[in-house]
């Protein structure tokens, strides 16, 4: 047929990252140690001490604002992105491969990960003890042999299990 063209897929999909345990200590000893020094430049240095306030607030904003931390995965004709996105001030791209390259994808079991030489893990999910975590691994020149977890909604699995080579789509429809 005359004039007709390909469609392009592009499906994408935001996921916060919960804090850890440890990261909400963190963020506690950082407003313990801001209010303590607050307190102690205005009993010590009353004149500086307005000058030194807002740099000493921004600081701990700065701080604290960077442990939001948010993947965005992007599936556009066959290639799967996902960037890590800090404070919504910094974004990097942690995975970029094509779907094509892909040597494993399903449900993702801890246990069956535990044995296996992997050379960098990428953990783009809100945190370990969710349901519904999928899996993925490739191999890649510059980082070896990756594994990536994510937490796809369902229109970005939809478009993930389309974009699969025709094994991998049979895989996961076990």
């Known amino acids: 047929m005359k004039g007709v063209t390909a ?3 592009f499906v994408e999909q935001i996921i916060y990252r919960k804090k850890t ?8 000893l950082i407003m313990a140690l801001t209010s303590i020094l607050v307190v ?7 004149a500086m001490a307005l000058m030194l306030l807002l740099p000493l ?5 700065w701080l604290l604002s960077g ?48 044995g296996r030489q992997v050379d960098r893990v990428v953990f783009a999910a809100p945190s370990e003890k969710e349901e519904g975590l999928y899996c993925f691994s490739y191999r890649s ?6 594994l990536v977890v994510f937490q796809p909604n369902e229109r970005v699995m939809e478009a993930f299990v389309k974009a699969l080579p025709r094994l991998l789509q049979m895989e996961m429809e076990k």
């Open 67 to 114: 442990m939001n931390i948010e993947y965005e995965y992007c599936i556009t004709n066959g290639d799967i992105d996902i960037d890590r996105i800090v404070a919504r001030r910094k974004r990097e791209r942690v995975v970029s491969v094509s779907m094509k390259k892909l040597e494993s994808a399903g449900r993702y079991e801890p246990e069956k990960w535990q």
């Open 21 to 28: 345990k440890s990261q909400v200590a963190l963020a506690v």
């Open 57 to 61: 607030g921004w600081g701990m904003w």
């Open 141 to 146: 020149k510059k980082r070896g042999y990756t």
């Open 7 to 9: 469609v392009d897929m």
């Open 40 to 46: 102690m430049l205005l009993l010590f240095l009353r």
